[in-house]
T-cell receptor, first 110, second 115 residues
Framework: QKEVEQNSGPLSVPEGAIASLNCTYS??????FFWYRQYSGKSPELIMS????GDKEDGRFTAQLNKASQYVSLLIRDSQPSDSATYLC??????????FGTGTRLLVSP | SQTIHQWPATLVQPVGSPLSLECTVEGTSNPNLYWYRQAAGRGLQLLFY????GQISSEVPQNLSASRPQDRQFILSSKKLLLSDSGFYLC????WGQGNTDTQYFGPGTRLTVL
């Protein structure tokens, strides 16, 4: 059973702080990794994808991948109340399918 | 640009009634298509996926079925709904031929309540 694990939270951070979201996966052969944001009652929207070890930055978001340790993280700098949402980690383990974690709920307080 | 549509947006159905949810994608050809269910407070469960017309793979044995009658149309059906079928149903598409970099994009979802 291929698994993706996330802490359910909530992770509470003050406005302007850095939020750090983590994800571990079980399939060592995984090749691509994704972070989605889901607001309450809405569908997931893609934030970032990462395929190689290291960091990938896009605006206030940085994805970090460490295949040896089998973890992916998402850093959100200068967190805003509008960042309050559930963040889903997804891993492509081949066969054109993604396995999703259950998500981490982030709360950013003004 | 590509757009994905789902309807209806919300649905309330009695136990034992049939179900038909529709998903269509615009602006792309031969996409991979996916149906997920998200129960309240839980993660995304992959139900079906399709890599082409008439090609359906089932992930979870249950009373649901899927069909792909046209390239960009994906339908989720049930003959008799159960209480446990309640949830948020999401359709997603991925560009064809991406190999291991299958980025999926989600539609707006259908919220189904079975009473």
């Amino acid at each position: 059973q291929k698994e993706v694990e996330q802490n359910s939270g909530p992770l509470s951070v003050p406005e302007g702080a850095i939020a750090s979201l983590n994800c571990t996966y079980s399939d060592r052969g995984s090749q691509s990794f994704f972070w989605y944001r889901q607001y309450s009652g809405k569908s997931p929207e893609l934030i970032m994808s990462i395929y190689s070890n290291g960091d990938k930055e896009d605006g206030r978001f940085t994805a970090q991948l460490n295949k040896a340790s089998q973890y992916v993280s998402l850093l959100i700098r200068d967190s805003q109340p509008s960042d309050s949402a559930t963040y889903l980690c997804a891993v492509n383990t081949g066969f054109q399918k993604l396995v999703f974690g259950t998500g981490t709920r982030l709360l950013v307080s003004p | 640009s590509q757009t994905i549509h789902q309807w209806p947006a919300t649905l309330v159905q009695p136990v034992g009634s049939p179900l038909s949810l529709e998903c269509t994608v615009e602006g792309t050809s031969n996409p991979n298509l996916y149906w997920y269910r998200q129960a309240a407070g839980r993660g995304l469960q992959l139900l079906f996926y399709s890599v082409g017309i008439g090609q359906i793979s089932s992930e979870v044995p249950q009373n649901l079925s899927a069909s792909r009658p046209q390239d960009r149309q994906f339908i989720l059906s049930s003959k008799k709904l159960l209480l446990s079928d309640s949830g948020f149903y999401l359709c997603a598409w991925a560009p064809w031929g991406q190999g291991n970099t299958d980025t999926q994009y989600f539609g707006p979802g259908t919220r189904l309540t079975v009473l």
